[in-house]
């Protein structure tokens, strides 16, 4: 099982955790996901939504940035947590995380 998180973030956010458990995310998770293929297409169709929000600089930076579905879906069957971002602007990103679940 994985716990699933959208969280908006300033680029220069020091206390931004990306890849790892972020002690401020100790709140109930957004989205329950139970296999590696809801993790993977979570993963995937949530970077697409937010992607189309971006603004038109931080759209060019993240169509150089997209990993395909399989990248996600290979971590995600290793057990692990699996992690993803999309810029939303110059100054902010989206941080996208499916935190395996205890």
Not at 11 to 21: A, F, I, M, P, W
Not at 45 to 60: F, H
Not at 64 to 74: H, I, V
Request: overall charge neutral.
């Amino acid at each position: 099982m994985w716990h699933g998180y959208v969280e908006k973030h300033a680029l220069t956010d020091s206390g931004r955790k990306r890849d790892g458990v972020d002690a401020r995310r100790a709140r109930e998770p957004q989205v329950v996901l139970n296999s590696p293929e809801e993790v993977s297409d979570w993963i995937s169709r949530t970077r697409i939504m937010l992607a189309k929000d971006a603004d038109p600089a931080a759209q060019a930076k993240n169509a150089l940035m997209l990993s395909d579905q399989k990248t996600y879906l290979s971590a995600a069957r290793k057990g692990g947590s699996v992690y993803s971002s999309v810029q939303a602007t110059q100054t902010e990103t989206w941080d996208i995380c499916a935190e395996a679940a205890p």
